[in-house]
C-alpha cells in the first residue's frame, strides 16, 4: 500500500467534521477528551490530523511512541494503542478517549471510548 502525497491533506480537511458527529451525540466537544489514540499511518498522518483537530503539540505523544518503536502494522496497529495507553497514561486528562484508525480508499473510523 502506498501513501499518495493527497492523503493528509485530504486528512486535515476532513478529520475535525468526522470527529464532531462522533462526538456531538453523546453532548462531547473536541476540547472534552481526555486521550487521543490515533492510528499512526505514518509521520505526515498524525501532523495532518494534529493540524485537523488544532490538538496542542503532545496531544498525539501515544500515538508517536508506537510508530517510533512499531510503525505502521496496519489494523493492528490500533490494538499497540491501546496496549500503549494502558500501560503509560501519565498526563491523560480524566475525559473519554477518542480512537481513529484509516484504511485504503481513504476511509475513517472512529470510536469514542469511555475510561
Keep these: 500500500m502506498h501513501?499518495?502525497?493527497e492523503v493528509p491533506h485530504a486528512l486535515e480537511g476532513s478529520v475535525a467534521g468526522a470527529v464532531d458527529a462522533l462526538l456531538h451525540p453523546a453532548g462531547l466537544r473536541r476540547e472534552d477528551v481526555g486521550l487521543w489514540l490515533v492510528h499512526p499511518g505514518g509521520a505526515r498522518?498524525?501532523?495532518a490530523v494534529e493540524r485537523g483537530l488544532q490538538l496542542p503539540s503532545d496531544a498525539l505523544r501515544i500515538s508517536r511512541r508506537v510508530l517510533r518503536d512499531?510503525?505502521?502494522v496496519s489494523s493492528a496497529t490500533s490494538?499497540?494503542?491501546i496496549d500503549a495507553c494502558r500501560r503509560d497514561d501519565r498526563g491523560v486528562g480524566e475525559g473519554p478517549i477518542v480512537l481513529l484508525a484509516?484504511?485504503?480508499g481513504l476511509t475513517l473510523e472512529a470510536a469514542l471510548l469511555g475510561r
Excluded: K
Aim: charged share 5%; aromatic share 20%; glycine share 20%.
Design 79 to 81: 490494538l499497540f494503542l
Design 102 to 104: 484509516f484504511g485504503p
Design 70 to 72: 512499531y510503525g505502521n
Design 45 to 47: 498522518i498524525l501532523d
Design 3 to 5: 501513501l499518495g502525497p
